[in-house]
């Protein structure tokens, strides 16, 4: 809580509590463990740390939410946490809005030193209809949502007669052959692929996969080879 009305420490506000806000909030509470003067607050979104690698693992229900969240109030016992959306930050006036709960309830929150630790948000490259209809993959929700869709399209195509719909909706097109677009479209093959059965309308032929990359070899960061060893072993798994 912020007292206005107390006279007040050196104050660090932290914005985002991501990797970058998390582990400087964290390397800051050890640097001033004993140091009284200074209060450090972390403004972020949502009451916990997501660890974003494992993404792709919720959204193919590989593994539980508790998995891959980490309450941020019991990561960080010095550091304030103050859930709420930053709205504006006002650099020469040393001072940051943001507005937290139901209400949207606004607060002005005074600051010495601040950390811009916001992330980043997709680029959807002006595609026309993209950013309206794809379901992106950042958030937790977005997994959540992902894996909701899926299951969607599964129930729907195995009672749909027209075959053109019924393809439609079997066809899922993961876009970005990157890190995160590789290992999305194998838990996604994965998923759909182990969940057929239990469908007695559908088959695995009539299911299409497809990873839809802009380069001639999917993940550029690993090297042409280990990138054309990714693709094969995702087209053997039908991808
Ligand atoms: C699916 C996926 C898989 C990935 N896999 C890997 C991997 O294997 N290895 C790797 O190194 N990197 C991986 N990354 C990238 C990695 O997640 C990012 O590089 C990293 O999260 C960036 O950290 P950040 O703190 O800058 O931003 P983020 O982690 O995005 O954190 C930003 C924080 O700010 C909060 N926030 C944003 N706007 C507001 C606002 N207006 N008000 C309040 N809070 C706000 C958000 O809620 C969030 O808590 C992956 C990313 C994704 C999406």
Redesign the pocket.
């Known amino acids: 809580m912020i007292d206005p009305d107390k006279p007040r420490k050196k104050r660090i506000v932290i914005?985002?509590?991501?990797?970058?806000?998390?582990?400087a909030a964290i390397h800051l509470e050890k640097l001033l463990a004993r140091v009284d003067a200074v209060e450090i607050f972390l403004?972020?979104?949502?009451n916990f740390?997501?660890f974003?690698?494992?993404?792709?693992e919720i959204a193919a229900s590989d593994l539980e939410i508790t998995n891959i969240v980490n309450p941020l109030r019991k990561l960080l016992r010095k550091v304030e946490v103050l859930v709420?959306?930053?709205?504006e930050i006002d650099l020469p006036n040393k001072r940051v809005l943001?507005s937290r709960g139901y209400r949207n309830h606004s607060q002005e929150i005074d600051y010495d030193h601040l950390v811009i630790?916001?992330?980043?948000t997709t680029n959807f490259y002006d595609i026309p209809g993209l950013a309206d209809l794809a379901v992106?993959?950042?958030?937790l929700r977005?997994?959540i949502q992902l894996r909701a869709q899926i299951l969607r399209h599964l129930e729907e195509a195995n009672f749909e007669c027209n075959s053109a719909e019924r393809q439609s909706l079997l066809t899922f097109v993961v876009a970005g052959g990157g890190?995160?677009g590789v290992?999305?479209v194998a838990a996604l093959n994965d998923f759909v692929r182990d969940a057929l059965p239990f469908y007695p309308n559908l088959g695995e032929g009539m299911l299409r996969v497809v990873l839809v990359h802009s380069g001639p070899v999917i993940l550029p960061e690993l090297g042409e080879s280990l990138g054309r060893h990714t693709q094969k072993v995702l087209k053997g798994r039908g991808v």
């Not at 914005?15 to 582990?23: K, N, R």
């Not at 403004?43 to 949502?46: A, L």
């Not at 992106?136 to 958030?139: A, D, G």
């Open positions: 914005l985002g509590g991501g990797f970058g806000g998390v582990y403004v972020s979104q949502d740390f997501l974003t690698p494992m993404l792709h709420g959306e930053v709205n943001i630790a916001l992330g980043s992106p993959m950042k958030s977005d997994a890190f995160a290992e999305t």
